[in-house]
């Protein structure tokens, strides 16, 4: 995620990140130009067509269109950001979730810290490699009854982690150390596990529908190539930046919400799930140490 200081205008403005949607539609820009340029010679210089009423009516058709897209364009975008949020707020309840189990634990069983120390973060990074499609064993720390190594992507790593936990808590249960109303008490935290990585694949598994973002791409398309027609004689050949810039505004609002949609990549403006769990993994020893 992009960590930046909002109030610094100057360095918004005028420098180009490597998220800058400006850099991924640099050649559509160019392209856009180039074509905008050719329709307002031929229509000037080869056809010499007048500013009749039929282009004078072509300018109001877009005008309209102009209000109808941009209605499209806030929907997708607070949608996007819906998710986005979303995925954040769940995120904040597993930090929540784990430290929360990491004091109970602190308190019923102090013996078993250094188990829960290890575990408790390990399913947090679980997790978010999980949402990823990958697999770091480097990341995870190994317990007795906890191999890294022996899990791939293909396996539901996070699952497999609240089942180790699980079991070592009814272990515990059993050896006396936990009465069965402090199992239950412990329970409710790790089902807040299983719940966070379940709504996280719920947005990540349901993206927007196909037929939406198509209908939307092809609107932007078809709006801006019809530009030049209905502007050229108002503006001239200022019509080719004019018409540049709309493009540029239009699509990079589609790129965005792309982009937020799915907040657990590793995208510039996806959430820092990494920098998130290295947060439970220092929260949660400072709690067990």
């Given at each position: 995620m992009v960590k930046y200081n909002p109030r610094d205008w100057f360095l ?20 856009i130009g180039l074509y905008s340029g050719l329709v307002a010679w031929l ?12 282009v004078k009516n072509l300018s109001l058709i877009h005008s309209a269109l ?224």
């Open positions: 918004l403005i005028f420098k180009f990140h490597k998220a800058d949607t400006f850099r991924t539609l640099f050649p559509l820009i160019i392209s229509e000037m210089e080869v056809w010499k067509l007048s500013d009749t009423s039929h102009g209000m109808v897209i941009s209605m499209l364009l806030v929907f997708r975008t607070n949608t996007a950001y819906e998710r986005w949020w979303e995925g954040r707020k769940i995120w904040g309840s597993l930090v929540n979730s784990s430290r929360n189990l990491a004091m109970k634990i602190r308190s019923l069983v102090p013996s078993e810290s250094q188990y829960f120390a290890a575990m408790i973060p390990n399913y947090a990074f679980a997790m978010k490699n999980h949402l990823r499609g990958e697999h770091y064993k480097t990341e995870l720390e190994e317990t007795v009854d906890f191999n890294p190594a022996e899990y791939t992507v293909a396996d539901h790593v996070p699952n497999k982690i609240a089942l180790r936990l699980m079991e070592r808590m009814e272990q515990l249960r059993k050896e006396g150390k936990l009465l069965p109303e402090h199992l239950l008490f412990l329970q409710a935290e790790l089902n807040n596990f299983t719940d966070a990585v379940g709504a996280c694949e719920r947005i990540r598994k349901t993206p927007i529908p196909f037929s939406y973002s198509v209908f939307l791409k092809k609107f932007i398309f078809l709006y801006v190539m019809t530009l030049p027609f209905g502007f050229v004689f108002s503006l001239g050949y200022w019509v080719i930046p004019v018409v540049s810039i709309i493009f540029y505004v239009l699509a990079s609002l589609e790129l965005i919400a792309e982009e937020i949609e799915d907040p657990f990549g590793s995208d510039a403006n996806d959430l820092p799930t990494e920098e998130i769990a290295l947060g439970i993994r220092v929260s949660i020893r400072q709690l067990l140490d």
